[in-house]
């Protein structure tokens, strides 16, 4: 009998709590199925415990639920996860983090040192999708439209006028931005913002464009969902917020997720729907990134424009509402640990140089010399 499949939720992140949303709604998608579930929390301090089956969002209020296991994360020798010196028999990893080391390609490169299958791309993917600075150059160099996006510098202004969205380089889509008119307000507030304070960038302010969502997922095959229209009340502040991304639509289990409102299938002409799926497909391939993933899109009403703004690449609830009318939730889960277990990305192993290098280098001593500073 095959090994049982692993979700892994929490994490150092200020989405946290998120990330035990979607780690639980995962869980019990996958048990409902008839899958074999191992739930495992990774604590914000950086325990990871083995938590019982069917936990709920409250039991984690007050920290790692009762019952819990902690688990030893074991990199040298008999790499993996162990459980009273017992390896836990794990066929692949369902990461749902959230922002992050996690979602930014650590926890890949975790698992991949470990030895075991995960999803969530590779390191360099992941990272590149974190990275907003990293990720708007890509787009640039790839040709793909999307709004300028420069790094907020004490050194270099911006090459064009506010206001401006100052946004962290490093972390999720929701968290941390703010709307400034000019770039010195934006260089204070980053350096009051806890979110700003590692770095910072900055966009044109467009209150004109209108946000769509799109999700694609790379196995079996290629393929995109129907375009997605966040729905805004009249109180809605000028950003997207994270409270009415996550927090609205009411109460339970699937706050946000499922039920915060929206407009699904968008209401735009089939020709903006079309270049959605064009975009998402071409952001794919730049990326490299693999399992289920969403896409963040700005329209332009009134000129037909699309620009990309981000990529999630563990997205909240890993969009499955997005998917429900192509595909069940199981399988969409199903087959992004299948793919992680089946096709993972491999990247090139160490040791190619056989030793040449080594060799020829002599003595370290040697290439000491010059190196301890001006002479008087």
């Known amino acids: ?36 579930v191992t739930p495992i929390y990774w604590s914000p301090s950086g325990e990871w415990f083995l ?39 794990i066929s692949a990893v369902l990461l749902t983090l959230h922002g992050g080391v996690g979602e930014g390609g650590g926890a890949a490169a975790l698992f991949t040192l470990l030895g075991i299958p995960a999803t969530g791309s590779s390191l360099f993917a992941g990272a590149v999708g974190m990275d907003k600075l990293a990720f708007g150059g890509l787009m640039a160099a790839a040709g793909i439209p999307s709004l300028t996006r420069e790094h907020l510098s004490a050194d270099v202004p911006p090459t064009f006028a506010g206001p401006y969205i100052v946004k ?48 694609f997922r790379t196995y079996p095959a290629l393929e995109v969902t129907a375009v997605e229209k966040p729905l805004r009340g009249d109180t809605a502040g000028a950003l997207y917020s994270y409270a009415e991304k996550y927090l609205s639509g009411g109460e339970g289990a699937e706050v946000g997720f499922t039920s915060a409102p929206r407009e699904f299938p968008a209401d735009i002409p089939s020709s903006v729907a079309d270049l959605a799926a064009s975009l998402a497909r071409r952001v794919a391939a730049v990326t490299g990134l693999t399992g289920v993933c969403r896409l963040d899109l700005l329209f332009d009403e ?20 997005l998917w429900a009318p192509q595909a069940a939730a199981a399988v969409v889960l199903k087959d992004a640990l299948v793919e992680a277990r089946d096709h993972r990305v491999v ?14 280098a002599g003595g370290i001593a040697g290439k000491l010399v010059g190196l301890d500073g001006p002479r008087a």
């Open 168 to 215: 962290p380089r490093f972390g999720g889509s929701s968290i941390g931005i703010e709307i400034v008119e000019d770039a010195e307000t934006a260089l204070t507030i980053a350096k009051a913002s806890a979110h700003l304070r590692a770095g910072a960038v900055v966009e044109p302010y467009r209150p004109d464009l209108v946000d769509l969502n799109i999700s």
């Open 302 to 321: 009134k000129t037909g424009e699309l620009f990309v703004n981000e990529v999630n690449s563990i997205p909240g609830a890993m969009s499955l509402y």
């Open 1 to 36: 009998m095959s090994s049982p499949w692993a979700v892994l939720f929490g994490g150092p992140s200020p989405e946290h709590e998120i990330s035990i949303l979607t780690g639980l709604q995962s869980e019990r998608v996958l048990t409902a199925a008839g899958e074999k």
């Open 347 to 360: 990247l090139p192993a160490s040791g190619f140089g056989s030793g040449a290098a080594l060799r020829a």
């Open 51 to 89: 938590v019982p089956s069917g936990t709920e969002a409250k039991d984690y209020l007050d920290g790692v639920p009762k019952g819990s296991k902690p688990i030893e994360v074991r990199l040298s020798g008999d790499s993996g996860l162990y459980v009273k010196r017992k390896a836990l028999p």
